[in-house]
């Protein structure tokens, strides 16, 4: 159960001078959950920004949606359940804008609305609130939306800058998974191409993690890990495939995977704690996704590859728990003394 | 040059500025001292005086027949007032001898006629004796009786001294003062260390914050004991914990449950080495000791050299007094990682008592705290390699099986874990109960 509890180690002495006594360390560092959060809501500025110029009011409006409808949720959920109100703290925020980064610009309002409910409902209270939930809140979130609304979720139009006014536009992975056209590293990058907001845009993601890594919020061998592992799993399917499959740097580039290495695999709540677990998780995040893209159905595979770690993450810390200082090898099976 | 260090561990602000450039002044002889008859971990001594005695300075008034025990003495010459139960910086209560100084007494000068005998003819048993009689223990906080120490088990083979002055608890610098100030003694006393175990290959670890005690120290060790190996370490917490620093420095690993006799390795701290000299040379027991008075909640920072038994109201007085009013304050027993608040200051500052450090409550005041985000700041942090997060949950909800399984036991409760995590969580409290309780459940189970 989620508890936020005044810490009774620190209380006035009756009997004593009247002096504070508590238990050991009385020296903390300055962090907080708040801080953390606030950090990655700053780090996803650059992300925000990319989405609302390439597309302009729809933008707007599904963050403001997003974030709002999470904040709510957050606070009707805490109090129904009388707990402490934490809605000040960051974390549904962040939600909000993932879930909001991830959805086609064209989504309507109130499918936003019911992603947003879900996430922090489903994907988090229902857990017991921020650091009991199993599954990261924004993907599980967009994967209902997925499942509920599989047409509207797949509908993308060409961002604004390019003028036109086209319906609908298949993404950078769709046109190559079913019409093999490859879409150009400098379009991705820069973020030019249709597909969810926040995730044409990799230079804007780019910024945003390096500035969390800046901060020691994200440890490098998580994004790079993955991003790592979908590069070198990817070059092992382009060399062997013939021409079938897109090319390293385009599965890096393309579709979630620039915004889920730098917000989704490093969300703290569902990754590994031990450092061992964390490269387990990323290498096999990471052949996930380039398995999805080049031989499942789907033209992406970010969102599974990380929901499916996040499920082996109790699993996987078990497996990796750290070698004790000084403790010694086991013999005949049997643990010493 | 790449400074050895452990791995994991923090960086926390360390505040040595306020104290480490002042040298050490004598603090003003009390009217009255409180001598506890166990100051160590160990057998409590039996008093050896009663009401109205009359005790001279540096005579014994505690002892005990024990393998591990300390015997304790009259730290200043007067008349003993009582023999009772009185509270202890450590916590709780224990047995104590008040003595009131006498009108007329004058401090005795231990080393006016310079050192009584020499102490390179020493055998090991003569210094370990002594250092019993003298009633020596770890003064770097743990307390530890420095006869057994030094007694190595039979079949052991001690290659190594390593000396600790790494002092990486904040605020502390006594071990600091006592390096830049008593270089030579800390030598000689190195060296009849050296003397007592068999150990050829003298070392003393040496935090790089304290450039100007490496400076002391070398250049002491250049005319006295030319094979001390100065390890310069990187300043990180907790690089002074006794298997870190053997980590550090030698990059030997002290097994779960074992002692550092088992890499062949004797481990003492700097004062405590003076103190060995002085004992040796001077036939000076432990009757008194640098104490650090530091923190943002008192006037003026300063080390004093104090007499065992003189309460932390007076010493605390000696240094202007407290900034703020006792409600807004916290005083501990030594630094703010592994120290212990005092409810009262009537405690007096003991031979284990290296520092009193005065915070205010703003700065050490832990807010409430809130739920575990797995953010694994704790297992980075952690010097043992252990789950604090894990650790801590089982000691909340006292699940002392798995705990045991994770090795609980390990945690030398060095603070790492709660000074890092952002959820605040008190995980060194909460592990703390989970052993108390392990360690009754294993009692029931022999009894
Ligand atoms: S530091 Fe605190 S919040 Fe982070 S994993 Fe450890 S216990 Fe949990
Ligand atoms: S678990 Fe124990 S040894 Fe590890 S950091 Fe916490 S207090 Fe230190």
Not at chain 2, 130 to 145: K, Y
């Amino acid at each position: 159960m989620a508890e936020e509890v005044k810490n009774d180690g620190f209380l006035a002495d009756k009997d004593g001078a009247g002096l504070i006594v508590s238990s050991s360390p009385h020296l903390f560092n300055t962090e907080s959950i708040p801080k953390i959060m606030h950090t990655v809501v700053m780090a996803l500025i650059p992300a925000m920004i990319a989405a609302i110029y390439y597309f302009r009011l729809d933008a707007v409006v599904l963050l403001v949606t997003c974030i709002v409808t999470s904040l709510i949720t957050e606070f009707i959920f805490q109090k129904a359940r009388k707990q402490p109100v934490t809605v000040y703290d960051g974390s549904a925020i962040i939600t909000g804008i993932l879930l909001a980064l991830m959805l086609p610009p064209s989504f309507p309002i109130y499918g936003a609305i019911i992603g947003s409910v879900f996430a922090i409902g489903v994907g988090k209270q229902i857990f017991g609130g921020l650091g009991y939930n199993i599954f990261n809140p924004a993907l599980l979130g967009r994967a209902f939306l997925q499942a509920t609304y599989p047409v509207m979720i797949t509908t993308w139009h060409e961002p604004a800058t390019k003028g036109v006014d086209v319906v609908s536009a298949a993404t950078p992975l769709a046109l190559m998974k079913f019409e093999g056209i490859s879409t150009g590293w400098g379009s991705l990058l820069i973020g030019n191409t249709s597909g969810s907001m926040g995730e044409t845009c990799a230079i804007a993601i780019l910024i945003g993690g390096l500035y969390l890594f800046y901060k020691g919020y994200i440890d490098l061998r998580m994004p790079l890990g993955y991003l790592g592992s979908i590069a070198v799993f990817g070059l092992l399917f382009w060399l062997g495939g013939d021409g079938k499959y897109p090319d390293p740097v385009f599965h890096i580039l393309a579709g979630g995977a620039m915004l889920g290495a730098w917000f989704m695999i490093t969300d703290m709540v569902t990754s590994p704690v031990t450092p061992k677990g964390q490269w387990i998780f990323v290498i096999v995040a990471g052949f996930l996704v380039v398995a999805i893209r080049n031989l499942g159905g789907l033209p992406e595979g970010v969102m599974y590859s990380i929901l499916l770690m996040n499920a082996a993450v109790p699993l996987i810390n078990r497996w990796t728990r750290p070698k004790v200082f000084g403790e010694q090898p086991k013999k005949n099976g049997k643990e010493k003394g | 040059m790449k400074l050895k260090t452990f791995q994991r561990g923090i960086h926390p602000a360390y505040h040595k500025e306020l104290s480490n450039n002042s040298a050490v002044e004598r603090a003003a002889i009390p009217k009255t001292v409180v001598i506890p008859l166990r100051q160590h971990i160990g057998a409590p001594c039996e008093p050896l005086v009663k009401r109205s005695d009359i005790v001279e300075e540096g005579q014994k008034i505690g002892d005990v027949q024990s393998f591990v025990t300390a015997p304790v003495h009259s730290s200043v010459a007067g008349k003993v007032k009582s023999v009772d139960m009185l509270p202890f910086p450590g916590g709780g209560k224990v047995q104590a001898v008040v003595i009131e100084t006498a009108e007329d007494y004058v401090p005795k000068d231990w080393e006016a006629e310079g050192p009584i005998v020499d102490v390179d003819a020493l055998t090991p048993e003569e210094i370990r004796y002594t250092v019993r009689s003298a009633g020596i223990i770890g003064m770097g906080g743990a307390a530890f009786p420095t006869s057994v120490k030094i007694s190595p088990p039979k079949g052991a083979v001690v290659d190594t001294l390593l000396i600790n002055g790494c002092e990486c608890e904040p605020y502390l610098s006594s071990d600091h003062r006592q390096m830049v100030e008593n270089a030579d003694k800390l030598v000689l006393g190195i060296k009849a260390l050296m003397q007592a175990v068999g150990a050829k290959n003298p070392l003393i670890g040496i935090e790089d914050n304290k450039m100007d005690a490496v400076k002391a120290v070398r250049e002491a060790a250049k005319r006295l004991l030319p094979e001390l190996k100065i390890v310069e370490l990187e300043t990180k917490y907790p690089q002074g914990a006794e298997k870190m620093l053997i980590k550090a420095a030698l990059d030997r690993t002290v097994p779960i449950g074992k002692l550092p006799f088992e890499v062949g390795v004797v481990v003492n701290n700097v004062g405590t080495a003076v103190s060995i000299y002085e004992a040796l040379a001077f036939k000076k027991p432990l009757i008194e000791r640098i104490v650090t008075v530091s923190g943002n909640g008192i006037k003026t920072p300063k080390n004093l050299m104090v007499r065992i038994g003189t309460t932390f109201e007076a010493l605390i007085e000696e240094c202007g007094g407290l900034k703020t009013d006792h409600k807004e304050m916290v005083v501990i027993n030594g630094g703010p990682m592994m120290g212990i608040t005092q409810p009262r200051l009537d405690v007096p500052a003991v031979k284990g008592t290296s520092g009193i450090t005065c915070l205010t409550a703003d700065t050490v005041k832990p807010a409430d705290y809130f739920g575990c985000i797995r953010c694994a700041s704790c297992v980075d942090a952690c010097p043992m390699r252990l789950m604090p997060l894990k650790l801590g949950d089982m000691g909340r909800l006292s699940i002392t099986e798995e705990f045991n399984n994770f090795n609980g036991m390990s945690c030398m409760e060095c603070g790492c874990c709660s000074f890092v995590c952002p959820s605040k969580r008190p995980l060194v409290q909460w592990i703390r109960l989970a052993k108390i309780k392990l360690r009754d459940e294993e009692r029931a189970k022999h009894a």
